[in-house]
């Protein structure tokens, strides 16, 4: 499984370039939000997360299979993958985030890409909540900083 690809993957790239071509800009892959959201855009405090309809479980789409050899460990596989997903977006809501799941098979045809991109432009011109982001560095200094008091 180490060739599946985490960032980048043909469906990221394809509404980056479209949201891109919008005129939307955006961050990618922001280790500092719960999850790694595949496109941030900060300013609106948008989180959007390209799903590939296999390995997420997208609900009554042709691309949700399961292999047939070694089931058990598949169904366990998209189980923690489903409750991963749940938990990084409550986060995400949590901090104050809106979050966008886009799925592969919606950005398949232009029609369906350019309608997920009008979308996202909408939820552009929504006023920005307070949203708060984490910073590793900071957290990482503070933790320590904690250890060191607790240890003393």
């Known amino acids: 499984m180490r060739r ?4 980048n993957t043909a469906p990221e790239i394809r509404l980056r370039k479209a949201l891109h071509a919008a005129g939307v800009r955006f961050r990618l892959h922001d280790n500092r939000l ?3 959201p595949d496109i941030v ?3 609106r405090c948008l ?3 390209v799903h590939g309809c296999f390995w997420h479980r997208h609900e009554g789409c042709s691309r949700t299979t399961t292999p047939k050899s070694n089931r058990t460990y598949w169904e366990q596989k998209f189980a923690e993958n489903i409750e991963r997903d749940k938990r990084k977006t409550s986060q995400l809501v949590n901090n104050g985030w809106n979050v966008r799941i886009v799925w592969e098979c919606e950005i ?3 029609a369906t890409l350019a309608r997920v991109v009008g979308e996202i ?3 552009q011109a929504i006023p920005r909540n307070r949203c ?3 910073d590793s560095r900071q957290s990482k200094v503070a933790k320590r900083n904690r250890d060191s008091i607790s240890t003393s």
């Open 4 to 7: 599946v690809r985490q960032k």
């Open 34 to 36: 719960p999850g790694h």
């Open 41 to 43: 855009l900060a300013g």
């Open 47 to 49: 989180a959007i997360f």
């Open 108 to 110: 398949l045809d232009d």
């Open 121 to 123: 432009v909408a939820a």
């Open 132 to 134: 708060r982001v984490r």
